[in-house]
């Protein structure tokens, strides 16, 4: 695995972004039929490697995330979760000297591969942050519809996708009254979800979370919670939390890690009550951390 320079990358900001929609190869690669029909993908990290300049972030990180499950990444700050997650959709490379070693697949297929361009992997796996973050000049449909008009779509295709992906994300019913106005206008919860959908739109393989509840009140992350259970019986799901609880309702596996290692990882309930490692038990029940 090599990564290309930010230079050669498109933002995720569509106001700024440049690069060229995907090839039909590589869309045929990583692309889905439907989003009401499609199954979740099978994700395999082997032997990887990541540094930011000289410090080594993750350190020979093995793991295979299952279709149609949600894989929880607990451990302190800065063992390396974000890292890992990023490394999946490739926003790791963005940072100056930030490198990767190792390889990633979907299905078996490369996604640091020299001929995948990185827009599809970013399409592959869609991220949604700690914070919400809509575009802030944006209305709620433009929020949605970014990501899909940047492949070309547009007319009756692109109101279709919007509307699916906010059914998608539960919050059709709240908006569709007010498409037109701002996503900044939401609720924290309902800007998250608002997110979720903007992620959805282009029809990924992985969802991937960096901490999405943290800065949403417990109702919002009740709603948050359970779409991730509904959401699960489409697509893979890989969430960092530092929130054991959260982890506990929502996870059928966690992995736990340390100083940029994996420890280990095992069904949520083993993991929370009989784990291997004295490590995980000790951080589990809030020994460290």
């Not at 060229?20 to 499609?38: D, H, L, N």
Request: aromatic fraction near 6%.
């Amino acid at each position: 695995m090599t990564t290309r320079p930010p230079t050669e990358t498109g933002s995720m900001d569509p106001r700024t972004d440049t690069a060229k929609p995907a090839s039909t190869e590589q869309e045929g690669r990583f692309g889905r039929t439907s989003m009401s029909g499609a199954k979740g993908r099978h994700v395999s990290v082997e032997n990887l490697d990541a540094w930011y300049g000289d410090q080594h972030a993750v350190k020979s990180f093995n793991i295979e995330y299952e279709p149609n499950k949600v894989t929880a990444m607990i451990g302190p700050s800065g063992s390396g979760k974000s890292t890992m997650v990023r490394c999946i959709n490739r926003m790791h490379e963005e940072i100056p000297g930030a490198r990767v070693s190792g390889k990633i697949a979907i299905d078996g297929e490369d996604l640091y591969h020299a001929s995948v361009d990185v827009t599809s992997v970013r399409h592959a796996a869609g991220m949604v942050f700690q914070k919400p973050n809509p575009f802030p000049t944006m209305s709620i449909f433009d929020n949605v519809a970014a990501g899909p008009r940047l492949t070309g779509m547009k007319g009756g295709g692109l109101k279709e996708r919007v509307e699916k992906s906010l059914r998608g994300a539960a919050l059709w019913d709240e908006v569709k009254d007010r498409l037109n106005q701002p996503g900044i206008g939401l609720s924290g919860g309902q800007q998250q979800r608002l997110c979720i959908a903007r992620a959805l739109a282009v029809e990924p393989e992985v969802i991937l979370m960096d901490e999405p509840c943290s800065a949403l009140d417990p109702i919002a992350t009740l709603r948050i919670e359970e779409l991730i259970d509904e959401l699960k019986q489409r697509y893979t799901i890989v969430i960092v939390t530092h929130n054991m609880q959260q982890a506990a309702r929502v996870a059928d596996s966690t992995a736990f890690m340390l100083d940029g290692e994996l420890i280990e990882v095992g069904p949520t309930e083993r993991m929370f009550t009989k784990p291997n490692d004295d490590r995980t038990e000790q951080y589990v029940s809030g020994k460290f951390g």
